[in-house]
């Protein structure tokens, strides 16, 4: 599977243990619902693995489950 980057950068960012709220930005309502599926996509554990591994996020950082 192909994991998007817009996909990839809301779940990351709501994975951090020190997030309280994600706040992201729609111009139109299908872009929210975008947004909302973006959030309720299951992104596979070895693609955190290998942003880790490739040095593009920290080996410590928390990554959706």
Not at 16 to 45: C, W
Request: proline share 5%; aromatic share 8%.
């Amino acid at each position: 599977d192909v994991c998007s980057s817009d996909l990839a950068a809301i779940q990351f960012s709501a994975a951090a243990d020190v997030a309280v709220a994600l706040v992201v930005g729609a111009s139109n309502p299908r872009q929210a619902y975008e947004d909302y599926n973006s959030m309720q996509a299951k992104i596979p554990a070895a693609f955190w693995n290998e942003m880790k591994e490739r040095g593009l996020i920290e080996r410590a950082a928390n990554v959706p489950s």
